[in-house]
């Protein structure tokens, strides 16, 4: 791989947001033996936040994952959801412990919101494969809320639809509804432990890149949320061996019985 060919590549998977540890893992793969035609992580590092150094010697405009001018230490907030006064399924109740993948159709949820919850967009996560969905949701409420869930999973094979975990919210107020109509089983968080749902906490650190705080969120139309949902899922994942979410999530579709991947 010549000089050009290597950035090039290493452009490409930058301008698709792919991580610089993506990148290098990618290089190694196709290229086990020849350390020449590979990047090291700093360096994509280097490229992205010092414009014009290493690999990438002529600067090029670069999405950035996480929007920041700098590099810094991750941080997370941790914020309580609400209760609900109708009786509901605790995540306590579910029959898998929270670090069991071994079965696939489960699902985390969780809402992004906008500047003074005016706006959102809902975010689910298959807890095996990784396949983000994404929820158009024309506002924040249960009527809006129920329809997009049951629009999502009506069409999925049902062991493909076992189980949703999700905050207190009141957007989830029709979750008996949603239950009825596609079959999926409804579980809620204990009240400020995001950690029960760390799938979906860290997609959400993901979507982040493309949906920066402070943002409203009405402007993303239904297309604009496909393809974002794409370029997160056709992204190689090392926790998955280097396979992308949908290679796996697809795989379960065509499959008859839906083994379980490990």
């Known amino acids: 791989m010549a000089d050009s060919d290597l950035r090039s590549f290493v452009l490409d998977r930058l301008r698709k947001r792919w991580s610089p540890q993506q990148i290098a893992r990618a290089l190694r793969r196709l290229h086990p033996d020849e350390p020449a035609k590979r990047v090291a992580i700093e360096t994509t590092h280097q490229a992205i936040y010092r414009p014009g150094t290493g690999i990438l010697r002529k600067p090029a405009a670069l999405p950035r994952r996480t929007g920041r001018d700098h590099r810094r230490a991750h941080t997370r907030e941790i914020r309580a959801g609400r209760r609900f006064a109708q009786p509901m399924l605790s995540i306590h109740q579910r029959d898998f412990a929270p670090a069991d993948r071994t079965q696939a159709g489960h699902w985390e949820g969780d809402l992004i919101v906008g500047p003074h919850h005016r706006s959102a967009i809902g975010t689910l996560i298959e807890r095996q494969t990784r ?132």
Do not use: C
């Not at 008996?176 to 860290?202: H, K, M």
């Not at 297309?223 to 899922?233: F, P």
């Open 131 to 262: 396949y983000v969905k994404i929820l158009h949701l024309p506002a924040l409420n249960s009527h809006e809320m129920h329809a997009a869930l049951v629009r999502t999973f009506r069409d999925l094979p049902k062991l493909l639809r076992r189980s949703l975990t999700w905050d207190q919210g009141t957007e989830m107020a029709r979750h008996f509804e949603v239950t009825a109509e596609t079959g999926l089983r409804i579980y809620f968080r204990d009240a400020a432990s995001p950690w029960q749902r760390g799938s979906n906490e860290n997609t959400n650190g993901l979507l982040r890149q493309y949906f920066p705080k402070s943002t409203d969120l009405t402007i993303h139309s239904p297309k604009d949320l496909a393809r974002i949902e794409s370029e997160l899922n056709t992204r190689p994942r090392i926790t998955l061996d280097d396979q992308t979410p949908d290679e796996l999530f697809r795989r379960m579709l065509t499959s008859q019985e839906h083994p379980s991947l490990r």
